[in-house]
């Protein structure tokens, strides 16, 4: 009976063992991201997966890297790129939980809708980033406006929307009798 016990306790421990074995923390620089594309119609946001290279404890680093993906052809002829090549200017500052990415004057010719679906792919990348919890967009000096001309200050990934539908003005028509 004590030779059952302890042959089912050590196999008991053993499946435990092998069970926590894959618990354990992923390396640096092996952290999944996903970077945000437009598709090529411009009308939705489509992640994709990325693995990022750079020292999870180097934030910067890791925030170049993302912009980097953000800036790069993503070599599928259904995605665009967020960042154009237009967009020849980009500097970014960091300060405390605040990313702000300044970016240049063609930033602001881009049509609105895209503009906004930009703005949703690289907000929603760079909130990945450890430490980052807002964003704001600069244009030349200026903090990004609005069609109205107001400032739309700082982002989160709250600020936006999604639609997992596949239009976005949608309309249901019924026939209703007495």
Partial sequence: MKTKRAVFLC?????AAAGLAGCGKKSDGDREYQVYYLNKESTKIVPRSYEVTADESDREAVIQELIQQLSSDSGDAEYKQPISSDIKELEYTLE?????????????????????????????????????????FYVGIAPLSDKSGDPVGVMTNDSFVENPGDQINSIDSVALTH
């Fill in 96 to 136: 405390e939980s605040l990313l702000t990415l300044y970016f240049s004057n063609e930033y602001g010719s881009m049509d609105r809708v895209e503009e906004v679906l930009t703005r949703a792919a690289i907000v929603r990348t760079m909130m990945q980033a450890d430490g980052v919890d807002y964003l704001s």
């Fill in 11 to 15: 196999l008991l421990l053993c499946l």
